[in-house]
Structure formats: C-alpha cells, structure tokens
C-alpha cells in the first residue's frame, strides 16, 4: 500500500551557469537556521573543492537538507554546465520536483532548456525562481514568457505549464511572488516548495528499495553510495542485493555497515531510513550509480535512465621529455592508470581506455572543461603526464556515413563585433541559426550549429576577437553527418633549437619572430614550442643563443635589451593552442608546450610522409 511521507521534501536546484543556484542555496541553508548566530561561512559553501572556489562554478552535484517548520527539504545542488550535464541527468531520479533558476536579465539560456527537458521527461513538477531581479537591467516579466515559451517548445503537459514564478535575489536573500516586490525573506519560496513539491510516496512495508544516483569516494571508507529510499526500509548491518536494470545478471549480496542522512552541510549517522529519505551508504566496494539495493526477497531493479556518451577524447600518456620526472611526485604509468581509473568511481560521464602502448590510455569526456578539470585536479596532486589536442568522437550511422558531435551555440556580443564572430565561426563550418538584438539593440545574439571540433581552440580567438565582451555558451545537439575538413590553426610555432637555459640575447632575436610563452632563465630542450609565429609554418629559434664577447666598446652596444612581456598560457589556453601533431607536458610547477617528435630531422621526414 502506497504512502505519501508529508513531513519530506526531495528537489533539486538546476539552472544554466552563473545563474545563482549556490548562492540560492547559501541563502536557504541561512535562513533556515543551519548556521549558528555568528558562525563564519564561505560564500557559495557548496562549491567545496579549490577548483570550484577559483572558477565560481559547480562540478559536482552536492546533497544537503533544511528543515522549515515541520518538513525536511533535501536539496541537491547541481551543476550548470553542459560538460556536467552527466552529474544533472542523474540526481533527478532522486528528486520529486526542481526549482528552475533564471537570470532576470540573461533569460532562458542553452543550459536551461537541457536541464528542463531532462526534467519535464520524467515528469517532475517545476517551480521557476526568476533570480538576480535587483539587477539594474532585470526584465523580469520579459524572462517569464520567455520561460513559457521553452516550456511549450519542450511539449510540457498542463500541469506543468501551470507552474509556479517565484521572484528572488539570492544575494539579498529575499524572495517574492510579485515581480514588483521585493520580499522580506526566503520564505515564499520555502512555501511554494512544500505547498507544490509533492512529498515522496513508497510502500514502507515492501521489500528494500534504493536507487543509487551519486557516489561519493572518500580515502577512509571508500566508495559511498548516495540514493533515495524508493520502498521499504534500509537498516544497518541489513543483508541486501546489488542489482542494475542494464545488467539484468548482476545479482550481489552484500551487507549495509553505515547509514548517514543529510543534516545541513553535515551526514549524520542513522540505525535506519524510511520512504523519500536520501541517503548515503558506506562499506559496499562494488557499488556504482545506477544500481538499485534491494531486500533479498524482492530483487527487482529500478529502471534508470543511460547516461549520455562522451563526445570529445584525449591522449593522456607518460611524459617522456627531456625534463620529465623532475617536479612530479607521480610519472610511472602505473600511477597514471591508477589514478585514471579511480576518477570512474565518481564520473560516469568519463571513459577510460587501454591503448596499444601501455604507457598511453584514450580519456573520453563531455567536452574540453571536463578533461580540463580531471587534468587540473591530477596536477595538484602531484601527477606529471603529457596529454594530446582534443578530438571528436565520431560515429557511424545505419547508411554508413561518418557522423560527428553537433553543438548549439549562443554567442551575445557587442554589434560592433558580430562580424568578426561570424566569419571565424563560418570558417569552422558552423551555420548561423538565428541573429537578433537584445540590451536594447546594444548587443547581438547569435544562434549557430556547429560541429563540436569546430569550437575546439576557440574560446581564446572569441575573447580576443570580441574584446572580452562576448558571452559563448553550448550545448550538445545530437550527431550530423561529417562537415569536412577544418583548418584549426593558421599560425605555426616557435620551436627552441637546442636544450639549456632561455637566454635574454636570443630571446630578444627570437622575438621579432612572434610572441614568446617564456622568459629569461626558464629551462628549454631541443623540439619544445616556446612561441607562436605569424607565419603558417613552423620556425626554429635558439633562445639559448649568447651574445658573442668582444675586446672593443661601444656606448650603443650594451644598452639593456628590451623583451615584451611573454604570454602566459593557462591550461584551458594551453589546450586549446596545441595543433596536432604537438603535446601539453602537463607537471605541478610548468605547463610545456612541445612537438611530438623532438628530433627535428625525423620531424620533417615525418612530415614528407604526411
């Protein structure tokens, strides 16, 4: 017999990024009195990793819980980009509604129609908070039919339709239901979510039933599952079944040795759970998303959804420079395979694959901030590796024909600029959608269809071309068929000539050439890019060049010579110059850019073959 446990709320928080979704949830762990009076707390407290702190976005989904008045809210935070859209997909099937969060004055935006079609397919009610309306530009009332007319295209049912519109400003912490107002507190919003959201229902006297939609590793414990009760009831030290709606085999007894529920920012250890409680459970290794726990006398899976494929791979492989093995603490393939493979504990989105050479492995993800992150986060700790340029994953469809990744592309630039946008964009074989205007004619919106490697290095040229007032965002849009050929980068590179240290005399002549990565005193072996030239092919330089000594002075002779500040790359950056037949040597201390084939001689017979 089914029932309905009022006293228990389960949404999820989803949103296009830097819409204000963690910050909303600041507000709503705040005013819910999580915080003791006078407690010190970070700014978004959810984004606990040091990467999600310095790039003020979410990577990972996060589970917490508020009580308001007699109702325990479990919300889960979840991330706003598309290379993310993995973490999304899955925490809904632990939800029974979402709140929406628009920018009032961005709109509905790429994310925000993934994010909701994902969640208008499995039928979850909505309640749509229109965020930042203190915004000096804030066009609420325009952001509401803006948000209805997603909601028709996406083909929502009534009820749907019928939605909720709270109007909020995270940071003030205030919310209301009025466009005009601005509200006192959080409250209304905490309202519509336990008048709207309907409270989980399950049988609590059927067999043992939790889906597990997260997992958590953690060095002590391990893996740490994290799902919510469908049916029945889950208790400590309960015999259970391990199994998966996709692997109709999997049948795995094993035995439940922690319980925590969410409390605030906190888990709490629990003897037993009930119905529409989200939980986390520790001391099951062979756990994985996806998998449903049932009692023993009840096997039967619940169904969950595949997740999306990855669409973009890269070459992760043992760094074999002259420099290597100097900064990294990790550089043997042993340790990068292991650590590769421990990264699928928590990251379904992710794939990784053996090579024909084992000191090499295929690393396969949403795209290039995905990889970016994984790359970033092995760094810190300690790895050193060298990775290749990105590429597409190509497929091949019924007729034979090779089909490739497709993105939608929302480019706002200034007028000024579009031009520029649209023939670089056009040269990758992306096709112009839609052109408009918004911030009252000021700026140009543009819609494109483009291949996936067609985006790949260009977010650098976008920033340059547009005076870094441009806004790009994307999402996957499915496969086309093969587009043809792209030219990625029209201009060569800079190669040192020999190994040693960077001297200022000889960067100073190889400055006339391009722009320089390094400066004076930076370490150099024979093959490694250290600049970019004007010119489409590549040109050797010796920046260890020393400056000839002679008896005779001049007064001009020993003027100081003058170097342009060099470009620094960042890893994004980085990734993106790299052509490619060239690698990143990714260590803790240095990015390198390098050829793949230092030699230069095999370099050009290489290239004769070609």
Known sequence: MKQKREDVRNVAIIAHVDHGKTTLVDELLKQSGV?????AVAERVMDSNDIERERGITILSKNTAVMYKNTKINIIDTPGHADFGG?????????????????AFEGAMPQTKFVLRKALELKLPVIVCINKIDRPEARPDEVVDEVLELFLEL?????????????????????????????????????????????????????????ISTIDYNEYVGRIGVGKVDNGQIKVNQEVVICNHHEPDKQVKVKVSKLYEFDGLN??????????????????????????????????PIPFQKISEPTIAMQFMVNDSPLAGQEGKYVTSRHIRDRLFRELNTDVSLRVEETDTTECFKVSGR??????VLIENMRREGFEFAVSKAEVLYHTDEEGRKTEPMELAYIDVPNEFSGAVIEKLGSRKGELRNMGTISGGTYTRLEFSIPARGLIGYRGEFLTDTKGNGIMNTVFDGYAPYKGDIQYRKQGSLI???????????????????????????????????????????????VCKKKQLTNTR????????????????????????????????????NLRIRKKILDPTQRKRAAMKK
Do not use: W
Request: net charge negative; glycine share 10%.
């Open 267 to 300: 888990k709490v250890e629990v003897k037993e759970a009930g119905i529409g409680s989200i939980v986390a459970i520790s001391g099951i290794s062979d756990i994985h998303i996806g998998d449903t726990l049932c009692s023993s006398d009840n096997v039967v």
């Open 87 to 103: 973490e999304v997909e899955r925490v809904l099937k632990m939800v029974n509604g979402v709140i929406l969060v628009v920018d």
């Open 496 to 542: 040192a000539f020999e190994a040693g240290d960077a001297i200022t005399y000889g960067l100073f002549n190889a400055q006339e050439r391009g722009t320089l990565f390094i400066s004076p005193g930076e370490k150099v072996y024979a093959g490694m890019v250290v600049g970019q030239t004007g010119k489409s092919e590549d040109i050797e330089v010796n």
């Open 155 to 211: 083909d929502a049912d009534d009820a749907q339709l019928d939605c909720p519109f709270v109007f909020a400003s995270a940071k003030a912490g205030t919310a209301s239901l009025d466009s005009g107002e601005t509200g006192a507190n959080m409250e209304p919003l905490f309202e519509t979510i336990v008048s709207y959201i309907p409270a989980p229902e399950g049988d609590p006297d059927a067999g043992t039933q939790v889906l």
């Open 554 to 589: 001049s007064s001009s002779a020993d003027e100081a010579l003058r170097l342009v500040p060099p470009r620094i790359l960042s890893l994004e950056q980085a990734l993106d110059f790299i052509d490619t037949d060239e690698l990143l040597e990714v260590t803790p201390g």
């Open 367 to 372: 795209g290039e901030l995905h990889l970016s």
């Open 35 to 39: 915080f003791r009076e006078g407690q």
